[in-house]
């Protein structure tokens, strides 16, 4: 077991455990010894077969299956998103996260909840460089993403603002991703300008490594490459 500073096993819950960065953030927390717990529509697209991975049938909407997956868990990580562009469901982020609240807060042994959004999003007191601020609303624009921005804008609020006392909250802000690679996944409190794109794969062993990171915690780090 490679839990790190544990000697009981933990548990990761993972919402998206499908998508493109969350099938990452299962293999690695998998690899680094936790025990997963992730929530799949499709439960034969989750990537691996594991002793320590216990995949419950179910989509956002699915109380009863939000809160299986999440009985138990040490850390929540939701690295999920909609559909891109048009075919994103205005409003489903924040509907999912204000269901799964509640059941965090009742989840006793919860440490950390990590939400994975998007280098555009402001932080809850609406802040951002300016480059951000300007680049944001037109980039999304022309992906049809402006109903995805504002869904991610409401999450981070929503989030420091039902601050719980019993456990801390990350929420990542990712530059581009790619499946190719454009060096090691960073966090930083300002954005440094690169436009290098993190792999999928790095940014899944950032996830689940920020979970024991403090100095990460009550935080909306961006996640940029090293240059
Ligand atoms: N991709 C990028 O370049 C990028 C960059 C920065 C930030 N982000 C943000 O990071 C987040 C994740 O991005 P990604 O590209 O890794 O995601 P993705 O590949 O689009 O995967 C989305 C995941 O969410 C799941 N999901 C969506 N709706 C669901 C529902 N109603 N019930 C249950 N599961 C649901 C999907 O399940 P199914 O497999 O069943 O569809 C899938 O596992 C997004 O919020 C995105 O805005 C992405």
């Known amino acids: 077991m490679t839990n790190d500073d544990t000697t009981t096993q933990e548990t990761i819950a993972v919402f998206g455990s499908t998508g493109s960065t969350g099938r990452h953030v299962v293999r690695h927390a998998l ?95 609406g802040s951002l460089p300016l480059l951000l601020k300007l680049l944001g609303p037109v980039a999304a624009f022309l992906n049809g993403n402006t109903p995805m921005l504002k869904d991610n804008t409401e999450v981070t609020k929503f989030i420091a603002a039902n601050k719980s006392d019993r456990f801390d909250y990350i929420v990542t802000r990712p530059d581009a991703i790619a499946e190719k690679d454009g060096g090691r996944a960073l966090t930083t409190d300002q954005h440094n300008g690169s436009l290098a794109t993190i792999t999928f794969a790095n940014l899944g062993g950032f996830t689940v490594d920020a979970l024991k990171d403090p100095s990460l915690y009550g935080t909306c780090p961006f996640v940029v490459a090293a240059k």
Not at 68 to 87: F, R
Not at 108 to 117: D, G, N, R, T, W
């Open 31 to 125: 690899a680094k010894g936790y025990k997963v717990r992730a929530l799949a529509r499709s439960p034969g697209k989750v990537p691996v077969e594991d002793g320590n991975l216990t995949v419950i049938k179910g989509d956002f909407k699915d109380l009863a299956a939000l809160k299986e997956t999440v009985q138990g868990a040490d850390y929540v990580i939701c690295c999920a998103g909609g559909a891109s562009g048009k075919a994103y469901e205005a409003g489903m982020m924040i509907a999912f996260i204000r269901r799964l609240w509640p059941l965090l807060v009742a989840e006793p042994a919860l440490k950390v909840f990590l939400f994975q959004s998007v280098i555009f999003a402001p932080k809850p007191d």
